[in-house]
């Protein structure tokens, strides 16, 4: 189990350009699974310095996965 759960973006710019041109696309992103929202995302406080390298190193972990298990399949 990757810990990952799917969630209905309400925007699409995150992925709009690749969309647009008829790509498949898809955002991973950080969830608090508390409030449902992403922490800091478009606020004041969305720096770099809000970012855990704890969450990045999952994210890779969790894209290297995915990208193995669709290879192998």
Do not use: C, F
Not at 54 to 72: G, I, K, Y
Request: proline share 3%; no cysteine.
């Amino acid at each position: 189990d990757l810990g990952l759960m799917g969630k209905a973006v309400l925007t699409l710019d995150e992925v709009s350009l690749l969309r647009d041109r008829d790509l498949r696309a898809v955002a991973l992103m950080a969830y608090d699974r508390v409030t449902g929202l992403l922490p800091n995302w478009r606020q004041n406080s969305d720096t770099i310095h809000a970012i855990e390298p704890q969450t990045v190193e999952r994210a890779a972990q969790a894209l290297w996965t995915m990208t193995q298990l669709m290879d192998q399949s």
